[in-house]
């Protein structure tokens, strides 16, 4: 059981909490983590919608064969699903283990 | 004579299993082997365990006959769960292996320092996996059913013996290994069969044109081909259930503790997508050929598709030993998701139930690890006895509700918890209480019958677009109006949470890791 009231480090925690090292960290994680989300989640409510209310467009043929719009931007959620892993993952490896690595340095005071 | 083969096959999959879990537990010596596979699983292998994991028997049986049923609608299913696991990386997964908390009730427990919350989120766990048990329990039967005659309680059973020895006997080290070699394995089953067929026929657009006409309307997005009302609205609340509900499946979270840290989690998740996502391009298949081939099936509730199509489509050997091959990938599905779920369940009826009291009764004269056993003994048991009571419900259907479930508890729980620093500990308990209610009550009236169609029965078949907002409502509400329980340590957490691991910040003595790893002794053999 964590007891905070008699916790010494307590005030360390909070000396970092209102760092603007910090809070810069936390809130470029939420400026793009936040939109991304909305922004995929979207795009995956709008495809149903499409397949609902626009047959037309959904069922029109490529190329006069089998594959109709559907069916491709079907597939194409299983692609974008993929693409916006890797942009995430290439995101946090670029942006925010290099801060979290000087932040590090900051609590520790190691010299840079 | 089919039937031999395929026991046979089924007996194979058993044996390397077991074998696989042998190997494991040789080399599985401590505590933490036990619990996290010592957190040394490369990315790769653990990716394949993930999937392994993850790919159910809905997965495997379920989405191919729901789409053979219902049409193209029911393809949302394999988007949904993929997507799950894609909302579970960017929204939870980084901060909670942060955290240090290796359970979710452990995450409560330090986030709202409540053994009131701790609790609740015991229960719903045992409840959630144990709801996710019972479609895997089903699949065995069915499976062993379809191929020998035998009843489904048969099937069912083969898979709690196995389970229980597994799990018991390794822990999760050796369930990493086994589950590995499954996704593979399932993989393999389900691809093979649709690649001899088109290698037979050369050319795949006679097949699809062989579904003009019959099949038209079925092949149309939201038609109402299954006999649902309102697909537009049970479509939106299938995924969002299936978006937000994979993070709160206790099997799937224990998972990401196996990495080594942060960055092996992410790079692991990416194969996890890409694995995922290839299994499920042959479900819709087997369904799209079984209109064609098996369309009797539709009345029987499909979920027999891709075990019986085979041996439609290639009487005599051919069709035999494909037939058996598909049955082992799916007892391998069935093996694989309910042993994660079970080191899951187990963990925490281990924890929250059985330690204290068992080290109570004995006098602290017992083997930590002994305690884990009989927990995984319990978790077993119980679905299989529920199973034995409650009959057949779709696979796919029980997946669903089980989603519902953890969309309306585990989500509000994690995402605020995570996000929002003014979330009480009284809040907390009311959104657990009340989205929890909600969905097993939906969850009850369907499995008992429920509405004969209409909104109720739209609404009660898939809740989630209303429970899971009634939960996070309740969270905000709750919280407004009691500022002064919102926990102490709330700026301690946030660092936790928010600060990456490369940071050295102290990650707290309340965590679970630490004190496991100093009160447990290895296993007795190792």
């Given amino acids: ?112 | 004579m089919p039937a031999a083969i395929s026991v046979a096959a089924i007996g194979l999959v058993v044996v390397a299993t077991i074998g696989i879990g042998l190997f494991g537990l040789r080399i599985s010596r401590t505590t933490s082997d036990f619990y996290v596979a010592s957190r040394a699983v490369s990315p790769r292998w653990n990716a394949s365990a993930i999937s392994g994991e993850y790919l159910s028997a809905a997965s495997f049986l379920g989405v191919a006959g729901l789409v053979l049923v219902n049409g193209a609608d029911m393809l949302w299913f394999s988007v949904g769960y993929t997507v799950g696991y894609l909302m579970l990386l960017v929204l939870v997964a980084a901060p909670l292996r942060r955290s240090g908390a290796y359970t979710l009730p452990d995450f409560a427990e330090t986030r709202f320092e409540s053994a009131a919350v701790r609790r609740i989120c015991a229960g719903l766990v045992v409840g959630i996996g144990t709801l996710y048990l019972l479609p895997q329990l089903q699949g065995a039967g069915l499976a062993v059913q379809t191929v020998t005659g035998a009843p489904p309680q048969v099937g069912a059973a083969v898979v709690t013996v196995i389970v229980v020895i597994n799990v018991a006997a390794g822990g999760m080290r050796s369930i990493t290994f086994v589950q590995a070699f499954q996704y593979w394995l399932k993989l393999t089953a389900l691809a093979a069969p649709i690649f001899v067929i088109l290698l037979v026929w050369h050319q795949p657009t006679g097949v699809l044109d062989s579904l003009h006409g019959a099949a038209a309307a079925w092949a149309e997005p939201l038609s109402r081909a299954g006999g649902r009302d309102h697909p537009l609205y049970a479509t939106y609340s299938l995924l969002l259930a299936l978006c937000f509900g994979t993070m709160g499946l206790p099997h799937v979270l224990v998972r990401f503790y196996t990495n080594p840290d942060g960055r092996a989690a992410r790079r692991t998740t990416v194969v996890v997508l890409a694995l995922l996502g290839l299994f499920y391009l042959f479900p819709p298949m087997y369904a799209v050929l079984g209109r064609t081939f098996a369309p009797d099936l539709v009345a029987t509730g499909g979920d027999t598709v891709v075990l019986e199509l085979p041996g439609r489509i290639f009487p005599g050997t051919a069709g035999d030993l494909l037939g058996a091959l598909v049955a082992a990938g799916a007892f391998a599905a069935f093996l694989s998701t309910s042993s994660g779920l079970t080191v899951a369940i187990a963990g925490v009826i281990d924890q929250d139930l059985l330690r204290s009291r068992l080290h109570r009764w004995t006098g602290g004269d017992y083997v930590a690890v002994s305690s884990f056993r009989i927990a995984a003994l319990i978790a077993m048991i119980v679905p299989y006895l529920a199973f034995t009571v409650t009959g057949a419900l779709s696979l796919a259907d029980t997946v669903g509700l089980a989603f519902a479930l953890a969309s309306s508890t585990f989500c509000p729980l994690l995402v605020l918890g995570i996000w929002w620093r003014r979330m009480s500990t009284t809040g907390a308990a009311a959104g657990l209480v009340v989205g929890g209610i909600a969905a097993s009550a939906a969850a009850l009236v369907n499995v008992s019958g429920g509405p004969q169609g209409g909104w109720p029965r739209a609404l009660v078949g898939q809740p989630a677009a209303w429970t899971m907002p009634l939960a996070f409502v309740t969270v905000i509400v709750v919280s407004k109006l009691t500022p002064d329980r919102i926990p102490a340590g709330t700026a301690r957490s946030m660092v936790r949470l928010h600060t990456p691991e490369a940071v050295d910040v102290d990650r707290g003595p309340a965590t679970l890791t630490n004190r496991a790893a100093g009160s447990l002794r290895p296993p007795p053999h190792a």
């Fill in chain 1, 1 to 112: 059981m964590s007891d905070s009231t008699r916790d010494p480090d307590l005030t360390t925690y909070r000396d970092v909490q209102v760092s603007p090292d910090f809070s810069e960290l936390r809130r470029r994680f939420r400026r793009f983590v936040f939109p991304m989300t909305a922004l995929f989640l979207v795009w995956y409510f709008v495809y149903v919608l499409l397949a609902d209310y626009a047959h037309g467009f959904m069922s029109h043929r490529i190329g006069g064969g089998n594959i109709t719009v559907a069916l491709l931007f079907g597939l194409g959620q299983f692609v974008s699903t993929f693409a916006i892993t890797l942009i995430y993952v290439r995101w946090a490896d670029r942006r925010i283990d290099p801060d979290a690595e000087k932040l590090r340095h900051q609590l520790e005071g190691a010299p840079q």
